[in-house]
């Protein structure tokens, strides 16, 4: 074959261009430690998300140290959970399965991108070093509403992170001078014990409590409270752990217009 | 071998030495056209409603349009152009018309019902008469789920293309018979090589529909394993890609020279370009699920080191094409180590188009480099980028070159002169200039994460944060380019239209292609052994494939876990528009 | 000289066979090409793909990475 010597050339400086581009990934790969998603989550079937071990509930979930996963199941058009919270600092494996139709999980402004195939789960380990907020949007077609299918991450400084949860029990209302309590749930998602103090204001009263939870524990926590000294009337109040409270007003009545006491 | 084949002809049009078959080519340039008028129109809707400068239509509704948009233009309106172009260069190079022109019009027949019945079942997302729905997209991945005439017209146009290919061989086999020691002519050797592997990568979508998808929208069978048929989807998917690019080739090789005054550089080099394309276009499909769950990273990486070797041929296209035209110019007086690029005939429409056609090709050549880079693609894998790319390679260096080839080619097949060159010169710039607004504002959103296929990227919870910028600008470059490209196809059509009532010339110019300064006598004659590079093509499918789906067949079964088809609509009642963010309506 | 002539598809001034030609000019084009790929290249990949994290990593490379 008669190839001219500029011909010749170009096809060297062609073949190193590849092979240049080969290599850049290769680097990506085994530098940076970027990996591909792949199949080692595995296959599901969509018609039993809600039972699946992993599916049946979804959010975020403490591994100890800083690992996290979060579980997400993306539908036509929204994704379960639509708002996820992690701490700065934290290595988070993100598993994604879709309930009908082909979605993607792309959180926007970020490398953290993947398709989600119904009967297949997808799954990426992402690193978030400092704090901000990223939309997440589904960038595949999934139907008319596909342009309205969104969600919200947010890495938040490590020491405001928790996977503290509050739940409340109080009668709405009691006649005075009985005996009543406000009753509190306080579960701690972390693998970590929790050390924090409880308190709840009511009227001008104020009590506080010191709990322990330990890792993937909860609390019962039951205050009583003095309707003498609250008197009769409307009472707000509230309920503080770490950063969540609940609150709710406890009317205090007459023993004689108290239909019944309401637990 | 340095002369072009029509000693017998010479000075005779296309019309003159092949009436019958002209007649078939400009059905199926004019089908190519219709298809361009109307996907074209449907995308300045997209573009205004998109970008949010005019809203006319529902966003529930944009998705059928962007449906017709792509079918239209990425299947129907590049493939009936090919199959006018191959006829054109298999029987012109060839010197001999079809074997049987009942057969030719046959499979354009059988084309043309395909896309009504595609078209139609499109057509019925937005009209209540029509009681079908086909909202699914160019790419229609299960579980989405078309009305079975959408599948039944896919097959029909791909079984007429592949009749079409049928009877380039066909005649390609009578001419062996009277030549039996001569070369394959190069323009038959492209049509060929790129219907062989248009053959091989089409058995995907084939059984992807025949044995998966039309069962399954029938009722037949009541489930599909989704991540198998949309492999099986990009097994062709790519390929296909390369199928309605090799025309633009074909074009650039051979007509480009002879429009620029000189000859093409190599002969040789142009068969082994073809033949690298037979080789590689195919086992590369995986390059577009890299983001997929389910396919090992292993498999990615070797679709990456495949899609990479496909650069090759494309870029020692570059090299040739650009020689040749520096010969032409060097032949008509140019001098000095660029100052050749003035003696250029840049007013000339067919060679302006395709010269433009080829520089857009040469910048979507490097975002292609990007989207074939397997981990940058979490960059920009559906994102805007990826539409700002091929808008530039089937956008513009396959639809612009056509529509210079039209300029000289219609008048070949019409007997008629084109109603203005003036004319058409503007359209070329007028759609370069579009398509640079469009496309470069396009690919720069992609960056900042601006998904593609949406009605309205305007989220409740979050802004786009360009690095430069604003999204208002690039938004209203979008527009900009969409409005000036709108313009461009109008000038074409009209042109088309006008030259249709022009009146018989005599004047036109030979129906001839470039002759070549390196001929076929200069390469092996191994490189037209098609048998042995289909076979080694067919080789390189089953290692690059057999192990991904076999381990996709593996973990979701054939016909996967029972899932059903979908057809997501907004109910039109205000209160179920609520409930359906949490429910699905099968 | 070639403004006069176009239009006109025998404009040829004279003929250039293959031996006589050097491509000298596509040699200065695709050189200049070639560079704005590489260029290209690094600044995608190194500036707005590394760039753009947090980005998706091995859970196995990452303690390669630390150490």
Known sequence: MNIHTYEKAWLVAAMVLIVGFIATITYGAVGPGIAMID???????????????RFGETGVEHLGGNEYEVNVVAQAWAYSPSEIEV???????????????????????????????????????????EPGEYGILCNEYCGEGHHTMEGLLTVVPEDEFDLTELSTDAPREVEVGNETTINATVSNGMQDGLETTATLEIGEQQYERDVTIDGEGSAELTFDVDTDALGEGEHDWTFTVDDHEESGTLSVVSETDGGDTNE | MEVTRMSSTAGQTYLDQFPAEAKVIKAAFWSSFMALAIGGLLGLVQALHRTDVLRFIDSADYYTVLTAHGVLLAITFTIFFLVGIFTWAVTTSLDRGVVDIRFTWAWYIMMVVGTILVGVSILGGVVDAIPTN???????????????????????FVVGSWLAGADWFRTWWAWRKENPDERIPLP????????????????????????????????????????????????????VVYFWLMPAYMMWYIMLPKLSGGKLFS??????????????????????????????????????????????????TAFTVVASMEHGARQRGGTGYLGWLKALPWRDPVFTGMALAGLMFAAAGFSGMINAGMNINYLVHN????????????????????????????PQVTGKELWSRRLALGQVLVWFVGMTFMSNAMHRSGLFGMPRRTAEPQYQGFDFEPAVGTVGEINAQVALGAVLLTVALAMFLLNMVMTSFND?????????????????????????????????AVVLVIVGYTLPLASIVDSGGLFGPDIGGFQLAIETDPALVLESVREVMP | M??????????????????????????????????????????MYFVEFLGNGPTVVGALLTVVGLA
Not at chain 1, 39 to 53: F, L, Q, V
């Open chain 1, 39 to 53: 199949d080692d989550a595995g296959s599901i079937d969509p018609n039993e998300i809600s039972d699946h071990e």
């Open chain 1, 87 to 129: 701490p700065a600092g934290s290595e988070v494996t993100f598993y994604v399965t879709s309930r009908d139709v082909t979605h993607s999980f792309t959180v926007v402004g970020t490398n953290v991108n993947t398709m989600v195939v119904p009967g297949q789960i997808s799954e990426m380990t992402v690193q978030f070093d």
């Open chain 2, 134 to 156: 086909a909202d699914v997209l160019f790419t229609f991945y299960a579980p989405l789920q078309a009305h079975p005439a959408f599948y039944v017209g896919l097959v029909l």
């Open chain 2, 188 to 239: 038959t050797f492209m049509a060929l090589t790129t219907t062989l592997f248009w053959y091989l990568c089409t058995l995907g979508v084939a059984l992807s529909i025949l044995v998966f998808l039309l069962p399954w929208s029938l009722g037949i069978v009541d489930s599909v394993n989704p991540l198998l048929t949309r492999t099986l989807f990009w097994y062709f998917g790519h390929a």
């Open chain 2, 267 to 316: 002969d040789p080099l142009a068969r082994v370009v073809f033949v690298l394309f037979l080789l590689l276009s195919t086992p590369v499909g995986i390059h577009h699920q890299y983001l997929d769950p389910g396919i090992a990273e292993g498999y990615k990486f070797i679709a990456m080191t495949n899609t990479m070797f496909l650069l090759l041929p494309s870029l020692l």
């Open chain 2, 383 to 410: 994102t805007w980028w990826v539409v700002g790319h091929f808008h530039l390679t089937v956008g513009t260096a396959v639809a612009l070159t056509f529509m210079a080839a039209a300029y000289w080619f219609i």
């Open chain 2, 504 to 536: 018989d010339s005599d004047s036109l110019p030979a129906n001839t292609y470039a002759g070549t300064l390196s001929g076929p006598e200069d390469s092996p004659a191994v490189l037209d052994n098609l048998k042995l590079w289909t076979a080694i």
């Open chain 3, 2 to 43: 070639a403004s006069a002539t176009e239009q006109r598809e025998t404009d040829q001034v004279h003929e250039i066979g293959h031996e006589e030609y050097d491509p000298i000019g596509t040699a200065i084009l695709i050189g200049i090409y070639f560079l704005i790929l590489v260029l290209l290249w690094l600044f």
